[in-house]
């Protein structure tokens, strides 16, 4: 037995992980189940299979560098010990032009992306997000921005007085990047993210559970909805690709 299948002895993973070690094609619902399954160390030792057969040793990388233009936030999530309120020793926000000089310093040609994350600011305006972007696009034209997680996209768009939708496309303009699975052929992706970006941030009422639920309960009730739609799409990708 292979060492694969051993590690799979008695797992519901056992008949996937079979297809995987002779090369078969998974289906529909063995995607579902890879999604749903808590084994998540078993679902990454069957696509490390998947990669050592096609790639051998060749992993690539993407050298990533952070950017934290502000720690000020007016939430006080119970997890976090980066943030600072407003008025709190160690805050801080950086002008446009000190973000751009954070980033220069010390930059060199491998660096390929921008991740910028920050506080839910309370009172910078919409134009310091798409000005920052555009800055930053400016001086490293090549790199890609990666900017913002959905919570904070949430609180930019009360910022803009605008829908999520929106806001995202002016980010996008100002240079923030696609997300890495969206793609022209899939424009149904682009209208999920929006979706979920609503759904997810303000949490809400839960139909299926019938209570209400905070944000990221949301977000996982809004991921399992579509689960089969989000397979449908990894499948015509694959599809496309063949
Ligand atoms: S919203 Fe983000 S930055 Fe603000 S307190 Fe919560 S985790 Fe920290």
Redesign the pocket.
Known sequence: MSALLERFAGSPLRPIAEKVAEGRRLSFEDGVALFRSLDVLGVGALANHVREAKHGNTAYYNVNRYLNPTNL?W???A??A??RKPGVDGGYTMSIEEAVAESAAGWHDGITELHIVG??HPSLPYSWYLDLLRALKARFPGVHLKAWTM?EIDWIARVAKQDVATVIRDLREAGQERDAHEDDRHPRRPRLQNDNAERFVGGGQDEDLGRPVGAGQQRIVGRQAELREQIDAIVADLEASE
């Open positions: 936030c939430v006080d999530c997890l976090c980066w943030a506080g839910l919570v």
